[in-house]
């Protein structure tokens, strides 16, 4: 998907007018109609404000109705944030063109911002034939680079595959991605002002280019999109760009803990126990909860550099969509409160979360009996997505604060009121914004 923003004054000619107003059809037309025709040339589209993500609701009447090149005559209520969550809207195969009536420098702002949310849900859309870990680590580094190339500030990175002496350390990467390919990304902001020795904040990410579930395959059905497990890892990068463009100013570093679970001789099975650097021992119960043991690599060495906060964001656990849908994300954090920068950034987004329970007693569906604990929770009603959320805690020092984000809102199969089907780019916006203390306008 591709989005090109133009001014009045250089929209090309020929392109219809999409006029905002506040309400309803009226009762001439089917209940529900967003869009309707007034002269030539010219459509209505209605913003129904009573009801949730109104603006995304009008963009995705325009889709349906085949506009793909329209000047959008606002209202004049609109701010910058509103037309992102119109334009974020906008999906599906097709190239738009939108003539906004903005100054040059909230074009420009939007237009970068918008630049990151495509470049993001297409890559969370290729193929694993096109997509290995190594490669989009690569990927997500060159957008940091550009945005930080005119911002300022120095990007570091580095790639940390098998065979190299430090890859040893990271026990889960090694076990998920014994049957094909694995590696640490590390991307390093330092922005002017600041220094290789300054506090940062850390960003992890989940990055598996394809999930067949290993040897506890999955069916056919939930295969199909695994080629989108990797959207943790480009969330993690392309929030840490799109906090750039908005004028972050202090050190962030990326965590990308890549790989594919693929089923060969060497994969890992069921029975399997591997040891992480601080002395957790983990035995492998289940081989398609491999997200966490890859997680747990990037939130160890996080700690171990000295990170002062970390975030972890992954498309973890089926059981965060069972209880929220996929519109929305779920939250977890150690004393169960809803950080409240993340929830200013959420809502100057138009994005949603849900605050999940994390509690200490949801340590006791991982026991094991062989080791420190198991992979995948067992017992009776075991709240999978709390105690996915207990089992990467276990591996972030308690002194450090603490965010993981349970993407279950990163992909539509079927699309929505209010997004198209596929990647949705979902939190990319809000983390961004968490990260620099920023506002999506100029």
Same mark, same amino acid.
């Given at each position: #998907? ?6 009045? &004054? ?9 006029? #905002? ?6 009762? /001439? ?8 025709? =007034?002269?030539? !040339? ?15 609701? +009008?963009?995705?009447?325009?889709? &349906? ?7 959008? =005559?606002?209202?004049?209520? $609109? ?35 918008? /630049?990151?949310? @495509?470049? +993001?849900?297409?890559?969370? *859309?290729?193929?694993?034939? &096109? ?29 940390? /595959? ?15 991605? +014994? ?30 280019? %394809? ?13 199909? *999109? #695994? ?21 972050? /100013? ?46 747990? !690599?990037?939130?160890?060495? $996080? @700690? ?7 975030? !972890? ?16 994300? @779920?939250? %977890? ?15 100057? @987004?138009?994005?949603? %979360?849900?605050? #999940? ?5 949801? =340590? ?10 198991? &992979? ?5 009603? $075991? ?6 959320? $207990?089992?990467?805690?276990? %591996? ?9 984000? !349970?993407?279950?809102? +990163? ?32």
């Amino acid at each position: #998907m591709r989005i090109k923003l133009c001014t009045f &004054n250089d929209a090309p000619e020929g392109m219809a007018r999409a006029v #905002m107003r506040v309400g309803s059809a009226g009762a /001439s037309y089917l209940d529900g109609t967003a869009v309707v025709p =007034e002269g030539k !040339d010219c459509v209505v589209v209605y913003v129904d404000k009573n009801r949730s993500f109104p603006y995304m609701r +009008a963009a995705r009447a325009l889709c &349906n109705a085949g506009f793909t090149k329209f000047r959008l =005559e606002a209202l004049s209520g $609109a701010g910058m944030a509103d037309l992102y969550s119109f334009l974020r809207a906008l999906g599906g195969a097709s190239e738009y063109t939108v003539a906004l009536q903005i100054d040059e420098a909230r074009l420009e702002r939007l237009s970068a911002l918008l /630049s990151i949310l @495509c470049k +993001a849900r297409e890559l969370c *859309d290729t193929g694993s034939r &096109n997509s290995d870990p190594k490669s989009i680590v690569q990927a997500c580094a060159h957008w940091v680079e550009k945005a930080a190339a005119g911002a300022g500030g120095k990007v570091m990175s580095s790639i940390i /595959s098998r065979g190299d002496p430090e890859f040893n350390r990271y026990a889960g990467l090694a076990a998920v991605g +014994a049957g094909s390919l694995a590696c640490m990304g590390i991307i390093d902001y330092i922005p002017d002002g600041c220094g290789a020795n300054s506090p940062f904040t850390a960003v992890v990410g989940k990055g598996i280019t %394809f999930d067949s579930g290993g040897y506890d395959l999955k069916p056919e059905k939930y295969m199909e *999109d #695994m080629r989108t497990d990797k959207t943790g890892a480009i969330t993690a990068a392309a929030a840490l760009a799109f906090a750039i463009q908005t004028g972050l /100013s202090s050190r962030v570093r990326v965590y990308m803990p890549c790989a594919r679970n693929m089923v060969c001789a060497d994969s890992m099975v069921p029975g399997d126990i591997i040891s992480y650097p601080d002395g957790t021992r983990v035995e492998i119960t289940n081989t398609d909860a491999e997200g966490r043991l890859v997680l747990a !690599d990037g939130l160890i060495k $996080a @700690c171990e550099d000295g990170a002062r906060t970390i975030v !972890d964001v992954a498309t973890l656990t089926g059981s965060a969509k069972a209880a929220v849908g996929r519109d929305m994300c @779920c939250v %977890f954090t150690r004393d169960n409160r809803p950080d409240p920068d993340l929830s200013a950034a959420f809502d100057e @987004c138009r994005e949603q %979360f849900w605050q #999940m329970p994390l509690c200490d007693y949801h =340590e006791r569906f991982l026991k094991s009996r062989r080791a420190d604990m198991q &992979n995948a929770g067992s017992g009776v009603s $075991a709240p999978g997505a709390s105690v996915a959320a $207990a089992f990467l805690g276990h %591996f972030v020092k308690k002194d450090i604060g603490w965010i993981h984000v !349970d993407l279950s809102s +990163a992909y539509l199969p079927e699309g929505s009121p209010f997004l198209g089907s596929g990647p949705t780019g979902a939190v990319i916006a809000p983390l961004g914004l968490w990260l620099s203390g920023g506002k999506i306008d100029v």
